[in-house]
T-cell receptor, first 116, second 111 residues
Framework: GAVVSQHPSRVICKSGTSVKIECRSL??????MFWYRQFPKQSLMLMAT?????????EQGVEKDKFLINHASLTLSTLTVTSAHPEDSSFYIC????????????FGPGTRLTVL | QKEVEQNSGPLSVPEGAIASLNCTYS??????FFWYRQYSGKSPELIMF????GDKEDGRFTAQLNKASQYVSLLIRDSQPSDSATYLC???????????FGGGTRVLVKP
């Protein structure tokens, strides 16, 4: 089956620093990738949608200058949390769509970000 | 009103019983519906999806869709302690579009 990886799986950083999270589709080309954030005991909230080679589309309330998304290739998307603060601590999950006729998206294992 | 709604639970069921989970959606443009299982600290894993009215069975799981009532359900037969998790319902309008998730239902299967 389609596999999506994320790196790192966990990251701890100091307040004010920037953190980059990678999302890779390992055995398929991802036409579209999605970035979600999940706070404890809450559901997944979509942050942004990115298509290869174009600018990401951000959901209402998500700061595009704080959460930089790059989808430079069909197998890699990156999310950079700039000037991270403790309130950015969360579980970040990416998913990818292979452009096929099915609606299924394939989820990465997630990245746990802790900002001290 | 949230676009996709679920009872938060917890839904407590004895081992071997049937767990019944419900989900309603507000956007009639939604085409396909997904059920995911999520263990604490882990990413969601797909159980099954459904896009036609009626029932769809896969092993111990049965999804039911009623577009007229805007209602999706998931039945888990012969519930096992390993089924204890949060179950997420999600809707999508078209392939490649965003998934809209419900708040999730926590299920506890007691031995």
């Amino acid at each position: 089956g389609a596999v999506v990886s994320q790196h790192p799986s966990r990251v701890i950083c100091k307040s004010g620093t920037s953190v980059k999270i990678e999302c890779r589709s390992l055995d398929f080309q991802a036409t579209t990738m999605f970035w979600y954030r999940q706070f404890p005991k809450q559901s997944l909230m979509l942050m942004a949608t990115s298509n290869e080679g174009s600018k990401a589309t951000y959901e209402q309330g998500v700061e595009k200058d704080k959460f930089l998304i790059n989808h430079a290739s069909l197998t890699l998307s990156t999310l950079t949390v700039t000037s991270a603060h403790p309130e950015d601590s969360s579980f970040y999950i990416c998913s990818a769509w292979d452009g096929g006729y099915t609606n299924e998206q394939f989820f990465g294992p997630g990245t746990r970000l802790t900002v001290l | 009103q949230k676009e996709v709604e679920q009872n938060s639970g917890p839904l407590s069921v004895p081992e071997g019983a049937i767990a019944s989970l419900n989900c309603t959606y507000s956007d009639r443009g939604s085409q396909s519906f997904f059920w995911y299982r999520q263990y604490s600290g882990k990413s969601p894993e797909l159980i099954m999806f459904i896009y036609s009215n009626g029932d769809k069975e896969d092993g111990r799981f049965t999804a039911q869709l009623n577009k007229a009532s805007q209602y999706v359900s998931l039945l888990i037969r012969d519930s096992q302690p390993s089924d204890s998790a949060t179950y997420l319902c999600a809707a999508i309008k078209a392939a490649g579009n965003k998934l809209t998730f419900g708040g999730g239902t926590r299920v506890l299967v007691k031995p």
